[in-house]
């Protein structure tokens, strides 16, 4: 096995080699790369870090530096990719900084007791992260250590610290809040377990953990504007720093807006829901959610994929009106310029409330397709956006899967086609297989990782012609699939994205395949009325 962990160690040793520091006391902290510590301070921190974590392998069943799971998923991660390095500023005389993550505090220790350590109630002297894909779609794995200052040898050699000298002590950190790695787990060892009954039923190894997937806050503990602190550095013998999409108007210009309340701060008419259903009609309809979580992670390809895919949407025949699209904040930069009206993905309530409306109108989308491109949790949750600055996901800032399932649960949609480009799609493709509410949703996500970054999902997708069947589409390409509910016919995928048939006979030409499916179509009167006959009597139950 040649992980990315040995590798990373000797991209380590590349880059501690290079350095001219030479023990005694650690350089003062300067004006640089490091965000005011010396790039040769940074370096020294990143290196050691990365020869601790290489202790770690080959990942021992018990004992080792990290949990069995983390260790194995950092090792099958690309053995090419050098981390990215980012870095806390010096705090103030006395200030101590803390790693805020989406799902609340990240201070846990692996190994520490239940109770409170010095370093969770008071913050560290610095935090160090190592990102081994740069540039990629959050969430992914990260290294977040603690680096703490004035600790003397003897406290601070331990299983889970290392000692950096000049009384420098420097700790690999774990999400908090997640499942006990002491937890007795059924089948362990075998990955089995038996029912009282006797049968034997197979267990999935638990994924993600305690890890951290994505960048934390880095906040003084004394700031109560909670000011992200946190920055890459350009360090020689690591990877370049991503440079973030440029998000023009976003932050202090745009007002945080409470959809659920009437208030003057709520700058921007809510969603114009009342055009996408027109009686008499029935459309193809597009949802697309994408971007990143907070500016210091949206990139270029979240804009490139958004645009790819409602190029696609548009080259298949759905029309402009019908295609709401959700990016980052306020600042949507030329993604609006070039899709027209972008709405902030901030708008949660206006999102659900949109697909409430396509599904629970009769007749009005045939074809209903969602472009998912947000950085999600290990349990599928997507993160929306870091509205109010905090770096906690609120409820009003994250979309789970119960509830995206509960918003697609008997869908009057022809058909709900689902591509899914993000990572941890497994969740999703669990509950939908298990699901017998969703007669008519088809997933499709990439049976690969998502974790290198870039756009090939949106760039596979966008070369769909009108004309192409669904099936034949994803078949002959190995690292796409596709999960049905149960019980949902295959026929789904053996139609183009606007539902013309196949193989019809004779076969269709471009301009009855447009007048017939693309696009609307005109519904018979009498058909129209009886399906309001028939939606009347559920209303009054």
Known sequence: MAPLLWTLAAAAATAAASLTWAGGAPPAAAAGGGGGFSEARVAR????????VAAAAPCPERGGLLPRPQCQRLARLSQGARPAVYVSPPARPGHKVRAVLPDGWGDRRPGAPGGPSRNQSGGQDALL????SPGASFGHPL????????ISPRRCRSRDRLYLGSYECLTLAQRSHCENQLKRRPGRGKGRSQWPTGRVRREEPPVGLC?????????????????????CVDLRGYSPCPQPLPLVGSGSTAAYCELNKNTRRCHRQQLPMYKSCRLYQTCDHAVLIAGGWQEQVTYPHHAQNLLLFYQMLRQNGFHQDHIKAFFANEGQGSVAVKMGDVHPATEKLAIRSHLALLCR?????????????????????MLLWDANHNGIADPK??????????????????????????????PLAKKLRASRHHPNVVLVHSTTSTTTGGSAFA????????????????????????????GVPAQLLNVTLAGAPCRSVPPLGEAERQRRYEGCQNLPTMLWYQSRHQQLPQEDD
């Open 45 to 52: 921190w990143a290196a050691a870090a990365l020869r601790h």
């Open 361 to 381: 109108s009769l007749h009005c989308a045939d074809s209903l397709v969602l472009y998912l491109n947000s950085p999600a949790a290990s349990d599928g949750t």
């Open 459 to 486: 760039e596979f997708w966008a070369g769909l012609q009108p004309d192409q069947c669904l099936l034949q589409y994803i078949s002959p390409v190995g690292p796409w699939s596709a999960v049905l509910a149960s």
């Open 129 to 132: 992260v190592l990102d081994p």
């Open 397 to 426: 800032e994250r979309y789970p899967i119960s509830e995206l399932l509960a918003d697609l649960e008997n869908c009057n949609a022809r058909r709900v086609l689902l591509f899914l480009d993000q990572s941890y799609p497994g």
């Open 143 to 150: 290294l977040l250590f603690y680096v703490d200052f004035n």
């Open 211 to 231: 890890e951290i997937h994505f960048l934390p806050m880095a906040v003084t503990v004394q700031d109560p504007k909670h000011l992200q602190k946190l920055h």
